[in-house]
């Protein structure tokens, strides 16, 4: 799902008299949006270690003013969210995460990730797409390699952006540009995928890693 550009309050004003005033919960602003604040609010303060009457004093608002917005009984001038966001010791637009559009998520369950094409298809290479974000997020790409008897060591690979690996299971020496590796389970390797690079040993198989290549922001299929 594509976001939007983070909206609300993203300055103070200079209100040179930060009276708390509370703002019915049916005003523009929407009880969502207080939802939202409200549990940043709270959620940031316990982080910081920092009880009501804590906060509330370090602020400069009521323990009341706190709880209400807390409890999203209320909505906050623009000066009052500066200075809890300036309490909080965080930018005044983390008081809106989350307000702004639904969030994506993939979920894959074990052995059902889609199977893909690659490079490495036509000599026994098995890939299986973990998930994958549209719009602006499509930037990450998981992938379960499988690499079995049927398996040949070609192809090498090379791409904008980096590349994580973690061994899963089996053995095999691994090289990217002038440099091999040998990965047994447990094992990471992170590296420039502008660097050629791919299996040149499969020592024990079956052989099962995770590829997660990280492409910049400017990649397109």
Do not use: W
């Not at 969502?32 to 509330?56: F, N, P, T």
């Amino acid at each position: 799902m594509t976001t939007r550009p983070e909206t609300g309050v993203h300055r103070d004003t200079g209100d040179p008299a930060p009276v708390e005033r509370e703002v019915p919960s049916d005003t523009p602003t929407g009880p969502d949006l207080e939802k939202v604040i409200g549990k940043q609010v709270r959620a940031l303060r316990k982080a910081s270690g920092l009880s009501v009457g804590d906060m509330a004093a370090k602020v400069g608002i009521s323990k009341a003013m706190l709880s209400k917005i807390e409890n999203s009984q209320t909505s906050c001038s623009l000066s009052t969210l500066a200075r809890l966001a300036a309490g909080l010791d965080v930018p005044v637009t983390s008081l809106f995460r989350g307000a702004d559009a639904a969030r994506d998520a993939v979920y894959v369950e074990a052995g059902h990730g889609a199977v893909i094409v690659g490079r490495g298809t036509r000599v026994g290479h098995h890939y299986e797409l973990l998930g994958a974000l549209r719009g602006q997020h499509k930037r990450l790409e998981p992938v379960l390699v499988t690499l079995t008897d049927a398996s040949e060591t070609f192809p090498l690979f090379q791409h904008a952006g980096t590349e994580l690996l973690y061994m899963l299971e089996g053995v095999m020496v691994y090289g990217h540009g002038e440099a091999e590796y040998t990965l047994r389970p447990g094992d990471s390797l992170l590296l420039d995928g502008e660097g050629l690079h791919g299996p040149n040993d499969l020592v024990r198989l079956p052989i099962r890693f995770l590829a997660v290549t990280a492409y910049p922001d400017h990649h397109e299929d």
